[in-house]
């Protein structure tokens, strides 16, 4: 037995955040991109990772990889780059660095649930503003919450996760100058960058507050687990001296540098996957009983009534998708589906045709 007085309570009420087993199944769970690393680059990418220095600690601020991320997403010289043992390290690492005694995390809901998860891991009360019932900002409620709470930092993934949605331009603007006045920092999580019209990369140098977040795991490089913060020194370098040494390995720093030579190679990917986001979708939309939201993810997110049945239906059937319904009240009888490929979006809508008539 484990003494009540050891582990914090908060702790003691979670759950460990759930990975459902794939084996077997077509994964549309987790929008990952569903197309391996390009073939004709794969031997190439294997005698760059075969001249790791696999008995010696990686390099500890990695340059080489940073430099590579600063050419292939056109990073202003003026911004800064800190990385991660993927996007949640970095959550983690801006959490812990904010988490003065009282002080608090916002976020809109529903949104990606590390950040409330993280919040309660680091002692940060957290807050959640609901999203309008057609899942765009409410912007006035923001507004009202940071002046009323006076969030230490906020976080917004632009598009959403899991609604898929980008949010206003000009909401967005209103947000990070209200909390500027409120002293507070506001993070941008652009995690689906590559499938949106979106982005604040060339705007978060002329905010004094605000930082963005990026990672490579929608790309193709989910197994890779690199994130990054995008923003000033000032603001970085108090993140990093929370960042664990070496926590970049030496094997995802070869591997996401020859794929960051290749850019081009995963943007193709990314933009493959988009054409099939907008035939999914149109076929999503035409079968009875099922309301696809519009999405500028590598995601849907559809409503369906009996949303368990259906989602039962398509783990029989060997189809994994997400059950978002129970996440959130606005995500009531909800499904998200992640993008796979042609022939697996084709499996994915005959097998829901085939639930729903169930």
């Known amino acids: 037995m484990i003494p009540p007085d050891i582990i914090r309570p ?3 009420a979670l759950s460990a955040y759930p990975v459902q087993s794939a084996s ?3 994964k549309l769970d987790a929008m990952e991109n569903p197309y391996a690393f390009p073939a004709m680059l794969q031997a190439r990418l294997l005698a760059r990772l075969s001249e790791a220095s696999l008995n010696r600690y990686p390099s500890a601020d990695a340059p080489e990889l940073k430099a590579a991320i600063r050419q292939a997403m056109s990073i202003p010289a003026e911004l800064d780059i800190l990385l991660g043992n993927g996007s949640d390290e970095i959550i983690q690492l801006i959490a812990l660095a904010c988490a003065r005694p009282g002080a608090s ?6 949104a990606f649930v590390m950040f409330k998860m ?8 957290y807050v959640g503003v609901p999203l309008k019932t057609d899942f765009s900002i409410h912007i006035e409620a923001m ?3 940071i002046e009323r ?5 906020t976080f917004i993934a632009n598009p959403n996760n899991p609604t898929g949605n980008c949010f206003d331009r000009t909401s967005l603007h209103r947000l990070i100058t209200t909390a500027e006045k409120n002293h507070g920092l506001v993070v941008i999580d652009e995690a689906y960058f590559a499938f949106s ?10 905010y004094p507050n605000a930082v963005l977040m990026r990672t490579v795991s929608k790309l193709g490089l989910a197994g890779v687990r690199l994130g990054m913060l995008i923003g000033r020194r000032e603001w970085l370098q108090e993140f990093d001296k929370l960042r664990l040494p070496y926590n970049i390995n030496c094997l995802t720093q070869a591997a996401a540098i020859f794929a960051l030579e290749h850019y081009d ?11 099939e986001r907008s035939r999914l979708t149109t076929m999503l939309k035409q079968i009875a009983g099922l309301q696809p939201f519009p999405s500028d993810a590598n995601f849907i997110l559809v409503r369906v009534a009996a949303a368990d049945k259906i989602f039962n239906a398509l783990l029989s059937r060997k189809i994994l998708v997400k059950h978002t319904s129970k996440s959130h009240p606005l995500m009531a009888n909800t499904l998200r589906l992640t993008v796979g490929t042609p022939a697996e979006n084709d499996a994915m809508i005959s097998a829901l045709k085939y639930s729903i008539s169930l």
């Open 197 to 206: 019209r979106e982005s604040f990369l060339r705007d978060i140098a002329q």
């Open 105 to 110: 995390l916002l976020s809109v809901e529903p």
């Open 10 to 12: 908060e702790i003691a």
């Open 118 to 125: 993280i919040a309660k891991f680091c002692g940060l009360k």
């Open 24 to 26: 077997g199944f077509i």
């Open 143 to 145: 507004i009202a919450a």
């Open 149 to 153: 709470d006076q969030p230490a930092v």
């Open 265 to 275: 190679a995963l943007l193709l990917q990314a933009e493959s996957i988009k054409q």
